[in-house]
DNA sequence: AGACATGTTGCTCA
DNA sequence: ATGAGCAACATGTC
């Protein structure tokens, strides 16, 4: 599930329910794999009696930070959400991290378990943290920056290109999707061969898209919408990806789906043409 | 039953 | 060395 603006969606209701309080219980399930390399014990005890200070999210990583220098790393895979339940909660089977404070329980649930919990001790965030690279919205993601990077990748397709968390943070497969469909280029067109025109408006529909999306969580203040999509536009082709027989929102026109660069691909042939 | 899923990594091959 | 493509990971749903 979890893109760009879902993931701060999630960072948001936790930390709308726990920032500044403490948490007085760690309840931690499967340390194999999404707590895999996480010492149980010194995790329990470090943030067991902490405070919750702030958050933020990037690309689709959520850093926590807690009293005593404790930070508390999330990744949500493909099926991870983060939850709030009433203090009392019962972690049921998909639940792998629960932070209990005096009111709730904050839940990290992940079926498929392609997450990841990641914890680091220090006055600075870890350094992963800070390796993440500079967000859509950002000066430094400037439209030379996009031509060089698919200079470099010139020869796969540009649907793979986009979800290179390296030069497009927090962009998955709707949102590539998406802002092809918005830029009018086929997803299976090789990077190497887009127009200077089209790397511009490619550019500027990576920072439309990701300004759009994150707007409808991001708002003011503390607000978080009831449901997670019911901001994306409707004209979106968010909207008809998945559906089968499904038309383009600009076209009337069939969309189209096929696996390029490696996942399933939706996209309107009238608008996006090979070559 | 079988295909497939909004992610990442690590392997192979060129 | 660098880039491209793909299986693997684990489980649920249609």
């Keep these: 599930m979890p893109e760009l603006a879902e993931v701060e969606f999630f960072r948001k209701r936790w930390d709308q329910a726990a920032r500044g309080h403490r948490i007085v219980r760690v309840l931690t399930h499967d340390g194999k794999k999404l707590l895999h390399g996480l010492d149980l014990a010194v995790f329990r005890r470090a943030l067991t009696g902490a405070k919750l200070e702030s958050s933020e999210a990037r690309a689709k990583q959520m850093l926590f930070r807690f009293t005593g220098d404790a930070w508390l790393g999330i990744h949500l895979g493909m099926s991870g959400e983060l939850t709030v339940a009433p203090a009392a909660h019962t972690p049921g089977k998909h639940d792998h991290l ?5 009111k709730h329980a904050l839940v990290f649930t992940d079926p498929r378990m392609f997450g990841r919990v ?3 001790r220090g006055e ?17 993601f400037s439209a030379d920056a996009v031509a060089t990077f ?12 986009l979800l290179m968390q390296e ?4 962009v998955g497969n709707w949102m590539a999707d998406e802002i092809l469909w918005r830029a009018a280029i086929h997803p299976a067109r090789p990077a190497g061969s ?28 503390d607000y978080l919408p009831p449901d997670l999509n019911a901001h994306i536009p409707k004209s979106w082709l968010f909207w008809h990806r998945w559906e089968d027989g499904g038309l383009c929102p600009k076209t009337k026109t069939p969309l189209r789906r096929a696996w390029i660069g490696g996942r ?12």
């Excluded at 600075?124 to 430094?140: D, F, G, T």
């Excluded at 698919?150 to 290109?161: E, F, G, M």
């Excluded at 887009?194 to 203040?221: D, F, H, M, P, Y």
């Design 150 to 161: 698919l200079r470099r990748r010139a020869r796969a397709p540009i649907k793979a290109v």
């Design 118 to 120: 990641l914890f680091h």
């Design 124 to 140: 600075s965030p870890p350094a992963w943290w800070s390796k993440i690279a500079p967000a859509l919205e950002s000066a430094e």
């Design 167 to 170: 030069r497009f943070p927090g």
């Design 264 to 275: 399933t691909t939706c996209w309107s042939p009238a608008r996006q043409k090979l070559r």
């Design 194 to 221: 887009l127009k200077q025109s089209e790397v511009r408006t490619l550019w500027r529909e990576c920072r439309g898209v990701a300004r759009r999306a994150l707007a409808t969580i991001a708002g003011e203040g």
């Design 98 to 102: 629960v932070l209990v404070t005096g």
